[in-house]
């Protein structure tokens, strides 16, 4: 479907393909759209530790997955959305819709899924313009202003995602980590009504993880100390915890679930045997959400107040993006960035 938009150029930023040297700002067309495409002009986009990691890998993808904007222009099949409607979304952008994950609300796991990084490499949230498909796309409640959003579409999504998996009713949910995640699945977890045990290396955190819901904080330090087990340990933090220590009935209950979330990709997780087979121990791997549970995590932020703690920055070039990857490198960021455009 040809638009006003059809042809026109703008900036793309992606890493130069090789590991190391500052981000580079390339071109990209806009092209006719498809029936069910959706031009965004993007207005607010999150600044992601996978984005940085995939820069510092050397891909060359278009950097920027969690963005919001305004819609410019849609495909002539597209019905739920409209031009000037607040819209969002990037990591999952596409899938199969009919194959056994799709066909029940996992299409996230979809095979013939594209997802940021593995797929559609020149279009990303790092710029003027995000061509999305409808579905893949979400509209933003009024409740939730366009800066806070932007984070959710990844970071939100994440954590979500892991405890509508998990987590029943009465359970005790832990949390390792207070940062990019680990503050939003605090939220999260305390607004769908469960106790959440926050641990944490820093004592002076405390009042800061009791501010977001925690009804427990939690030295990772001394986790013996806990009050009674969690049946839920969600792993938000950037290292992996002491499993001698933590594997232990009275810390993580009997059939609990560890979910590890931004702990290290790269390299063995670890755990001790004994202890998964006698407790009846789970692991529990997640992603970003499927859709409908995407579309539902906004409006449940929206109605619960839910909010990233974020820095906004405008936009000033690659300059901005390469300050805020030193930034997340050096652990400054509290706890997410928003580029905005």
Not at 77 to 92: E, I, N, S
């Amino acid at each position: 479907m040809a638009s006003s938009f059809t042809g026109k150029e703008y900036p793309i930023y992606r890493g130069q393909g090789g590991p190391g040297g500052p981000v580079i700002r390339d071109t990209a067309t806009i092209p006719e759209l498809g029936p069910n495409d959706v031009l965004i002009r993007i207005t607010h986009s999150g600044v992601c530790f996978t984005d940085q990691e995939f820069y510092r890998l050397g891909s060359p993808v278009a950097l920027g997955h969690e963005g919001t904007g305004i819609i410019e222009a849609i495909g002539s099949a597209v019905t739920t959305l409209k031009v000037g409607d607040r819209a969002g979304g990037g990591f999952h952008r596409h899938s199969c819709g009919k194959c056994h994950y799709c066909l029940t609300g996992q299409d996230i796991f979809c095979y013939e899924r594209t997802i940021f990084g593995f797929g559609d490499f020149s279009n990303g949230t790092f710029g003027q313009y995000y061509l999305g498909k409808e579905g893949y796309v979400h509209r933003i409640p009024d409740g939730l202003s366009s800066e806070d959003s932007a984070p959710l579409h990844c970071a939100g999504a994440t954590v979500y995602s892991a405890l509508t998996d998990t987590v029943k009713e009465r359970d005790r949910v832990g949390i390792i980590g207070i940062g990019g995640l680990g503050h939003l699945a605090i939220q999260f977890a305390a607004k769908m009504g469960v106790e959440v045990v926050v641990f944490s290396s820093s004592a002076d955190k405390e009042a800061e993880a009791r501010a977001f819901g925690a009804s427990e904080f939690v030295l990772l330090s001394e986790p013996e100390k806990i009050s009674a087990p969690v049946n839920v340990l969600i792993l938000a933090g950037s290292k992996y915890p002491d499993w001698t220590r933590f594997l232990d009935d009275k810390i993580l209950a009997r059939n609990g679930t560890i979910v590890p979330l931004a702990a290290p990709t790269q390299g063995p997780l670890t755990l001790p045997a004994d202890k998964l087979f006698w407790s009846g121990f789970h692991v529990h791997s997640t992603l970003v959400a499927s859709r409908a549970k995407h579309a539902d995590m906004l409006k449940f932020a929206a109605r619960n107040g839910v909010r990233p703690l974020i820095q906004k920055h405008k936009f000033e070039g690659v300059e901005t993006i390469d300050k805020i990857f030193k930034d997340l490198e050096d652990g400054k960021v509290r706890y997410r960035a928003v580029i905005e455009f």
